[in-house]
């Protein structure tokens, strides 16, 4: 008899390092590649893999991320099957949410209804492909309480994430440490380490035990991979899951392992521009693990104009439908829906969220819009830093970010 699985979508994050994106929506709901939002790519992986009882713990601003959810996953409630999103509701007491893991203890009642097996408790807020079925197999085999997915990064960028380290059986954790500058490199790959993904797969009992335990201890923080998966290390009881060993149909030699935390607004970026090249480094074309969404009645993007140097085009850039190039020029950018580029605009390395409209004769160059950003006519963006910085949020590497509705001056 197949094992009952409930998977739980931690959605609440607040997303400080992702400001102005965030300023109107949680971080999960934040739109991604041009058609999707953060959490589309959890859930998609979820629903290729057949785990089709998901229950999204939302918190933080979470009206545009609940009517997405609502709108767009849509499962066969004649199957038992639902993805649905679940506030904080203060059923232990007059608080919210204090961490991840004092989400799972406000939320007993969903595992109590379900009664599942085992328990996967994913993020919400990375840009991967996994087939979660992998990982859920190899904790069944191990016998561990927890199975944490880890994806090897260089030993020099250790004190960058939460650090896995393992035995030398390569699978036992020994340690699970914040942003070390010690670390230890892996047994078979010395100058590797493993990151923490934020994926966990649990036995429920053993869930249900350390997350009322880690509730009473009022110094805790709360948190899943700071207090409650240490607990389950100190026990000899937590397994890693390397992702390298995890194959999703119709992925390629390029593209196979890709993960990216897209946290800070220069991640998000780079994350858009891996999708662009010729040979993506994430490739949203794998048709036999798509990544889902919701997909409004927009018509085709079109190209218009061909009089001399009026001319409709984009080279390098993905362009979604409802957009309308207008005698103008799009490179190395991704384009949403509803997007309008005027005659004898220049957009260069661009990220344009959904309604944006540049005005003739403007130039923007590495910059993300957020929605409905109108960029009037010979305005120039990510020219000038220095004057953008006074005016816009500027990152570390140099990428102006105009959030949702801002005024941008001519």
């Not at 979820?46 to 996953?73: E, M, P």
């Not at 290390?233 to 149909?249: I, L, S, T």
């Not at 992925?251 to 998000?268: A, E, H, I, P, Q």
């Amino acid at each position: 008899m197949a094992a009952k699985v409930l998977a739980i979508v931690l959605a609440g994050g607040e997303g400080k390092r992702l400001m102005p994106l965030t300023a109107d929506r949680a971080k999960p709901a934040v739109p991604f590649g041009g058609m999707y939002r953060m959490v589309d790519f959890v859930l998609s992986n979820l629903a290729n893999a057949g785990f089709l009882k998901i229950v999204v713990l939302t918190q933080y601003k979470s009206h545009s991320l609940d009517r997405h959810i609502t709108k767009t996953w849509r499962m066969s409630t004649l199957l038992g099957n639902y993805v649905t999103p679940v506030p904080a509701q203060q059923r232990r007491g007059p608080w919210w949410f204090a961490g991840s893991a004092d989400a799972i203890y406000q939320s007993f009642n969903l595992i109590n209804d379900e009664q599942p097996d085992y328990v996967i408790v994913f993020g919400a807020d990375h840009i991967y492909r996994m087939d979660p079925r992998q990982m859920v197999d190899d904790h069944i085999a191990s016998g561990a309480a927890v199975t944490v997915a880890g994806i090897r990064q260089p030993l020099s960028m250790a004190d960058q994430f939460g650090v896995i380290e393992v035995g030398e059986d390569g699978k036992r954790i020994r340690a699970f440490r914040e942003k070390p500058t010690d670390a230890v490199g892996l047994p078979d790959a010395p100058d590797q380490i493993y990151a923490s993904m934020g994926n966990y797969v649990f036995s429920t009992r053993a869930l249900c035990e350390v997350v009322e335990r880690d509730a009473a201890d009022k110094t805790s923080k709360h948190d899943m991979g700071g207090s409650i998966i240490p607990m389950l290390v100190e026990r000899g009881e937590a397994n890693v899951y390397d992702f390298k060993d995890n194959e999703v149909p119709g992925s390629t030699d390029r593209d196979r392992g890709y993960w990216r935390d897209v946290g800070t607004l220069d991640s998000f970026y780079d994350a858009h521009m891996d999708l662009i090249n010729v040979h993506p480094v994430f490739n949203l074309y794998n048709f036999d693990w798509p990544i889902y969404t919701d997909q409004p009645p927009y018509p085709p993007a079109k190209f218009v104009h061909q009089w001399g140097e009026r001319v409709g085009r984009a080279v390098g850039s993905m362009i979604s439908p409802g957009a309308v190039i207008s005698g103008s020029l799009v490179e190395n950018s991704v384009v949403s829906p509803k997007v309008k580029v005027h005659s004898w605009a220049q957009v260069d390395g661009a990220v344009l969220m959904e309604g944006v409209e540049i005005g003739r004769h403007a130039v923007v160059r590495r910059a993300i819009l957020d929605k409905n950003v109108f960029v009037p006519e010979g305005a120039e963006i990510g020219v000038d830093l220095e004057k953008d910085r006074q005016r816009y949020t500027v990152s570390d590497n140099g990428v102006v970010v105009i959030g949702k509705g801002q005024r941008v001056e001519p």
